[in-house]
């Protein structure tokens, strides 16, 4: 089966290239099941009903998130959604799921289900429990499923490269998957690890190629040069989407290819 990873989607922008560009690459890649990561699909920070159902529509499975989570309020009249799910290393209190266990819509022989998980890195990010041992956690709780969800992808949403390779080590042979999110700047190292899990540090982003991560760039030059808040814009003009997809062998449910998508 084939799986495909949308890295962050940028705001309205961003959305429609999803909605313009989705249905072909599910042609031509035979995509079963679509992940995107929602967290700057409004206006630039969180996710809303309305363009999580949107991403939906387009042909999205599964929305995922990371430190923008919860910028817009209402995130709540979706945050409940069985297919959107938030970091799983919040502490429990805290709205929505970390994972979550799902059909693919077209039926794929072997896979009746898709595990999808979300966790948060801990520099530069809000304060989240251990990712390691969360992951830990809820992988062990996968296993008690009878049967277990025979592929599991790992949206890991950090800014260090350091702990995402380490993340992605740390799962290796574990899940399917460990594809990074969050910088916006998708990173040319995608593999398979040693003990078979794809690995990726960064996605990339759906959003303007002609911008600082998807943001006008006038704006951020000026919070650089001046160390003062400013008011930023999503970028509207050359928009690319960058993902992955993964070859996952539906008899060892190992994956056999990462391949990265720049549109
Ligand atoms: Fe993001
Ligand atoms: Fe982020």
């Given at each position: 089966m084939n799986v495909l990873f949308i890295g962050d989607v940028v705001g309205s922008s961003g959305r429609e290239k999803v909605g313009d560009i989705l249905p072909v690459l599910k042609e031509e890649y035979s995509i079963d099941f679509t992940i995107a990561n929602?967290?700057?699909?409004a206006g630039g920070v969180g996710l809303t009903k309305k363009t999580a159902e949107e991403l939906f529509a387009s042909g999205v499975d599964v929305i995922t998130l990371g430190n923008h989570s919860f910028n817009r309020k209402e995130v709540v009249d979706i945050i409940d959604h069985p297919r959107v799910i938030r970091p799983a290393n919040h502490p429990d209190i805290v709205p929505g799921k970390g994972f979550c266990v799902v059909a693919p819509a077209k039926s794929v022989e072997g896979v009746k289900e898709i595990a999808v998980i979300n966790f948060l890195g801990r520099?530069?990010?809000?304060l989240v429990d251990c990712p390691f041992k969360t992951a830990d956690n809820v992988l062990g709780n996968l296993s008690k499923r009878n049967p277990g969800p025979p592929v599991i992808i790992v949206d890991f949403h950090a800014e260090l490269t350091s702990e995402k390779q380490a993340f992605g080590h740390f799962l290796d042979g574990r899940v399917t998957a460990v594809i990074g999110t969050h910088t916006h700047v998708q990173t040319a190292d995608e593999k398979i690890l040693p003990g078979g899990t794809a690995y990726i540090t960064d996605a990339g982003m759906v959003g303007s190629g002609n911008s600082v991560i998807g943001v006008e760039k006038a704006e951020v030059i000026k919070r650089f040069l001046t160390g003062l808040p400013a008011k930023f814009q999503v970028a509207k003009e050359d928009i690319i989407l960058n993902g992955v997809v993964l070859t996952i062998d539906n008899k060892s449910y190992k994956c056999t290819e990462i391949k990265r998508i720049i549109r």
């Open positions: 929602g967290e700057n699909s520099f530069n990010m809000p």
